[in-house]
């Protein structure tokens, strides 16, 4: 979260910086997933199998190699440098999370072939709700159910060793960082989805 002294309220500066991470964190999850999901769709091809592959198979194997790590390193940062020291709440990256394996849970009924029993379904849905599992336990024991999109219960933060009068955010800032949040998440989605297709 954009960095804000106790008793000092947020500035434009400070949600447009919010709305910058939660684009690029999450322009960068869903770039991932989208090339992810078109190796999928696309399914085995090349000399072995005696299939061509599509014309975006290679860029989409080199972005999920480069982006894989680059992901998971991002939200280290996250966690540990921009969030981290503050620990208020707002943490969208959280939220964006969640959304990864939903969107693959849906690409999964939606996209299937076999609408009866599928092993494949099955196989694929393990690790989307494993997925999903770890990070809801993660943002509960870190931020509160709610600490991923508001400010933290004062309860909250007071375990955490802050004083929650000193940390406080009216409903107009924190309904300013939500809806940061939210464009943020949209654009980064939008931009993903776009990139994705022209490179298809």
Not at 127 to 138: F, G, H, K, N, T
Request: charged share 10%.
């Amino acid at each position: 979260m954009a960095k804000t002294s106790a008793g000092t309220a947020p500035g434009l500066l400070g949600y447009a910086a919010m709305s910058l991470v939660t684009v690029v964190f999450t322009w960068g999850a869903f770039f991932w997933y989208f090339a992810v999901r078109a190796l999928f769709l696309g399914g085995s091809c090349g000399a072995r199998y005696g299939v061509a592959c599509g014309p975006g198979t290679g860029w989409n194997i080199l972005f999920v190699v480069v982006l894989t790590p680059a992901v998971c390193v991002a939200v280290s940062v996250l966690n540990n440098e921009i969030y981290g020291p503050e620990r208020r709440g707002h943490e969208f990256y959280r939220i964006v999370l969640v959304a990864l394996p939903v969107a693959a849970l849906t690409d999964l009924v939606l996209y299937s072939r076999d609408f009866g029993f599928s092993v494949w379904r099955f196989l694929g849905a393990v690790p989307c709700l494993a997925l999903l599992a770890v990070v809801m336990v993660w943002t509960i024991r870190t931020v509160g159910p709610r600490g991923a999109f508001w400010l933290m219960s004062p309860a909250r933060i007071a375990a955490l060793g802050g004083d929650p009068a000193a940390r406080s955010l009216s409903g107009l800032q924190n309904a300013l960082f939500l809806v940061s949040n939210v464009l943020g998440a949209v654009c980064g989605f939008s931009l993903a989805r776009l990139v994705s297709e022209l490179v298809a």
